[in-house]
């Protein structure tokens, strides 16, 4: 295995509450630039922790009622679209 990035972390002035809010800040300033643009933006939604958090930053920026597309799988360990469909 080939370590693709190592993290140097450093100590900040800023709160806790406010290194949240500035990662905020910047997941929803890249959200913003990446919606830009002619068409209507939609998502892909997995159902998991990472598609989730993209269509609530989208929705943010965006307004509501952003389309979504989502794959259900017969098998049920493998399906996450009831958590999709809750998103």
């Known amino acids: 295995m080939r ?3 190592t993290f140097a972390f450093q100590e900040s002035e800023l709160s806790e ?3 949240i809010e500035r ?3 910047v997941l929803e300033r890249a959200t913003a ?3 830009e643009g002619p068409s209507e ?3 892909f939604l ?3 922790l ?3 958090v993209n269509v609530g930053l989208l929705s943010r920026v965006c ?3 952003r389309h979504t597309f989502s794959v259900a799988y017969p098998q049920e360990r493998f399906d996450e679209s009831p958590y999709a469909r809750e998103v």
Do not use: K, M
């Open 46 to 48: 997995s159902g998991g």
């Open 23 to 25: 990662f905020e800040q």
């Open 3 to 5: 370590r693709l990035h």
């Open 17 to 19: 509450s406010e290194q």
């Open 41 to 43: 933006v939609g998502a």
């Open 50 to 52: 990472d598609s989730s």
């Open 63 to 65: 307004g509501p009622n």
């Open 33 to 35: 630039l990446r919606s």
